[in-house]
Structures are given as structure tokens and as C-alpha cells.
């Protein structure tokens, strides 16, 4: 058995007969001893591990003062062998009764049989062997026996200090062959133990401690993976319905947008020919406010559609070629009035070398630009606005163009520079109540930056501006 655990560990034995573990270690002969018995005294001269084995002791007594339990052993004499003399059982200890060793079993028998002592602890391997070849004095005497309980005498694989490891790990690899069930076929298969030995029975229990412990980590396996495939159906389930909800609310604000954007047009138009009529002042700026606000509706209901395409992942970007120039430039004019009536300067600067024509969605652009400007006028009561374009220089023959919108407004306090990025919020609810606006325009405008490769940032102080 220790042959095939050292195989298991990986080492090599050389077997060398010798008498005991303290004379192979003292003469350094031997670097592992593989049955020595435990016993305190030992663990000061050698390394003794864990016991691989263990076995039971039948107490003999004769028939005619029979012996129930090992509690009517206090103050009895008990003879017990041991070749060396050293190793008591611990539990005899615990009896009260008065010890005696010999060196042999047959001696302590023969210390039973003639009344020196009261009962003899035989290990239970050899106690039939010494019943049919028992001493001369032991032939006319019936005997009895008792399984003397927590009796065993303990073995374990010692070894020579500095070898240690060694031992350990040939120890680990008969736990491996307790559990594989390869020690108790071995030992049965060479007599070593019977099915009622106390080594086979610790065994059985420790095989059968590790397959209740696989059962259970079975179940327990079962059980998690039967969770994490409910809890996986639930998510499939779960935004399964949350791509319906979405798909279901972008088709319903398509078809509300249609449906306003149709008597809107209706009203944008009709309002446009009786503006071209004899009016009076008062009637012309009532109309001329009516249709401000038609166009500020249409431009709401174009900016809550985009921003579900966005969630919702509809939202397609053209790669056309188109004028950067122009394109910028019609973004500013778009808002030159709006900031003449506020007497602002709207200024417009290129840094020279940026190529005239590129790839890319002009319309999306234009839409980001006239919101940032929109924004810089909106927020801006006197000073300026200005739209900068530059460039890096270019790489793998792209560009990397920076459009840089700026402004003397009022600015914006830097905990809340991150927030006037999420949909539907404001710097602060008073600006929503002074200026007016949904919170979408800068939300849309980052989305959409985003998705053509770009960034969109804020650095910003209260009372002195917003760049973006």
C-alpha cells in the first residue's frame, strides 16, 4: 500500500530491513519508516504525519471472571504488549487499571493464564493466530473476549527529520487511494484487515463522508444551474419585451409625429399666405408668433424622434462627400439673426489647411452645430459667439477635425457639466423656467457625435462662458 501511494506521489522506494525507525534514522540507513506506531515520546526524535492506520485490540480474560465492559477494568491488572515497551493505548490510560508491559503478546497471554495479571489487550490481527498457538499454560483455561472500544493502536508513516515533505505527500496520496477505493481493495486483497477492522470501518466512513460531499456539490451544481438557466430564460424574456417596448414606442412616436407634424404643416402653411395679406400690426405679430411656435413644435418632435432612433438603435449616419465650409457656414447664418436681435457679435473662424471637401452626414453635423449655437445665443445676454474649426495633423489619410463653439454667457457650474449631457436635464430648473427648452438637444447632439467617431465636452465656468 505505502509502495503504491509513493507511486501516486511520484517517488521511487528502496525497502531495507532493519529493526526499528530510531535505530534506521540514528544510523541514517533509512529516510522514511512506513508503520511506526504514534506515540508522544516518538515526535521528539522523528516526524511522524497523520495515521494512514489503525488497529483494534480484543481483551482476553478467563470465563471465570468475565469482563462486560472496559469499565470494570478500574484497579484490575491489564497486561499489555509492546516490543519496545513504549505504547500504552490512551483510552487504557482512562480504564484505572494497572498496566503491565511485555515485549511480546505471548508473554502478556501468559501473564493472563497464570493469574500475574487480570486480562490480556492482544491486537486483534494476530489474536486468533495466538489463541491456537497459545502458551502451555494457557491450554486448559476458557477464555473470554471483549472489543476493547477506542483502543486502537495508531500508525503513521514517520520519517527522518528534513524529510518531512516526503511524507506528507505519500500521506496525501493514500487519502487519494481512501477515496478512490483502492486501499481497501488492496488490503483486503492481501488479508490486511477484516470488514469488522477498525481501519476498514474508518475508511468505509471517509468514502462515504467524500460521496456525501459529492452529492451534495452534485445537487448543489443542479440546483445553480437550474437557477442560472431560470434566471437566464427570465433575462432572455425580459428584453425580449424590452425590445418589443422599445421597437413599440418608436413606431408609436413615428406615428404621433406624423400625425402632428400633418396639421402642423397645414397650420405652418395656411398661417404663411395670410401673412402675405393686408394686416394690421397687431394681427401680423400675433400670426408671426403663431407660426414661431409651429416650427419650435416641429423642432421639439424632431428631436424626440431622434433621440428614440438613438435608444433604440434606428438611427443610421450618412458617408457622403459634402463642403465643411459651407456646411459651417450655413450653421452660423441659420442663427444670425437670433443673435442680431440679441446684439451679439456671431463670429465664424477656419484654421487654414482644412481640406474644403470630406465624407461624412453634413446633416447631422449641421444639426449639432445649430444646437450648440443655438444654445451659446440662447444663454448669452451680450458679448459674442463664436463657431472655431482646426485641425490634427492627418493620419492613415484621415482628418481629426475639432469644432469649437464658444461663447460670453452665463457658464456652467462644474458639477453640473456631466449632467447637461443626460436627456431631459438642464443646469439648473431655473434655467429651464428663464430660457425654455426639453433637456434633449445636448443629449442628441453627444449621441451623435459619438456615433461619428467623435467626443463632445464642456469646460466651463460660472460668468465666464461655455466652450464646446
Not at 105 to 126: F, P
Request: overall charge neutral.
Amino acid at each position: 500500500m505505502v509502495n503504491r501511494a509513493a507511486q501516486i506521489a511520484g517517488y521511487e522506494l528502496v525497502w531495507i530491513k532493519t529493526d526499528s525507525p530510531e535505530a534506521a534514522f540514528e544510523k541514517d540507513i533509512a529516510d522514511l519508516w512506513p508503520f511506526a506506531t504514534d506515540y508522544e515520546e516518538r515526535h521528539k526524535t522523528m516526524y511522524l504525519t497523520r495515521d494512514w492506520w489503525r488497529v483494534g485490540n480484543i481483551l482476553h480474560f478467563p470465563e471465570s471472571a468475565p469482563i462486560l465492559n472496559v469499565s470494570q477494568l478500574e484497579g484490575k491488572r491489564l497486561a499489555i504488549a509492546s516490543p519496545q515497551r513504549r505504547f500504552l493505548p490512551k483510552a487504557a490510560r482512562d480504564w484505572k487499571a494497572h498496566i503491565e508491559v511485555f515485549s511480546s503478546r505471548a508473554e502478556s497471554l501468559d501473564a493472563m493464564c497464570t493469574g500475574k495479571v487480570d486480562a490480556a489487550l492482544i491486537d486483534y490481527r494476530v489474536a486468533d493466530g495466538v489463541m491456537v498457538n497459545r502458551p502451555s499454560s494457557c491450554q486448559p483455561m476458557r477464555m473470554g473476549t471483549l472489543f476493547a472500544e477506542d483502543s486502537s493502536r495508531i500508525f503513521a508513516l514517520a520519517a527522518k527529520f528534513g524529510f518531512q515533505q516526503d511524507a506528507d505527500r505519500i500521506r496525501d496520496a493514500i487519502d487519494t487511494m481512501v477515496e478512490s477505493g483502492e486501499m481497501i481493495d488492496i488490503a483486503i486483497r492481501w488479508r490486511l484487515l477484516h470488514r469488522t477492522d477498525s481501519a476498514f470501518i474508518l475508511w468505509l466512513n471517509l468514502a462515504r463522508e467524500k460521496n456525501k460531499l459529492l452529492q451534495n456539490l452534485f445537487w448543489g451544481s443542479l440546483l445553480a444551474l437550474a437557477l442560472v438557466i431560470l434566471f437566464a430564460t427570465r433575462m432572455a424574456n425580459a428584453r425580449k419585451m424590452a425590445e418589443l417596448s422599445a421597437r413599440s414606442r418608436s413606431q408609436f412616436l413615428a406615428n404621433m409625429s406624423h400625425e402632428i407634424r400633418t396639421p402642423m404643416n397645414g397650420i405652418l402653411g395656411m398661417t404663411e399666405l395670410t401673412l402675405e395679406s393686408n394686416l394690421t400690426g397687431e394681427q401680423r405679430d400675433n400670426l408671426t408668433m403663431a407660426r414661431n411656435s409651429a416650427h419650435r413644435l416641429l423642432e421639439i418632435l424632431d428631436d424626440i424622434l431622434d433621440f428614440s432612433r438613438i435608444e433604440s438603435g434606428k438611427l443610421t449616419l450618412e458617408a457622403i462627400p459634402f463642403d465643411l465650409a459651407d456646411t459651417a457656414k450655413r450653421s452660423v447664418q441659420i442663427l444670425r439673426l437670433a443673435a442680431q436681435a440679441k446684439n451679439l457679435d456671431l463670429e465664424f473662424k477656419m484654421q487654414p489647411g482644412i481640406p474644403k471637401h470630406v465624407s461624412g452626414d453634413p446633416g447631422r453635423i449641421q444639426q449639432v452645430l445649430v444646437n450648440l449655437l443655438g444654445n451659446a445665443v440662447k444663454f448669452t445676454e451680450q458679448g459674442f459667439v463664436r463657431l472655431e474649426l482646426s485641425f490634427r495633423s492627418p493620419s492613415s489619410g484621415q482628418y481629426d477635425i475639432q469644432f469649437t463653439v464658444t461663447d460670453s454667457g452665463i457658464g456652467i457650474r462644474p458639477e453640473k457639466q456631466k449632467q447637461i449631457f443626460d436627456a431631459f436635464t438642464q443646469a439648473d430648473a431655473t434655467t429651464t423656467r428663464k430660457f425654455g427648452g426639453t433637456g434633449l438637444g445636448l443629449a442628441i447632439s453627444s449621441e451623435l457625435v459619438r456615433m461619428m467617431g467623435g467626443r463632445l465636452t464642456v469646460d466651463s465656468k460660472p460668468n465666464a462662458g461655455s466652450p464646446f
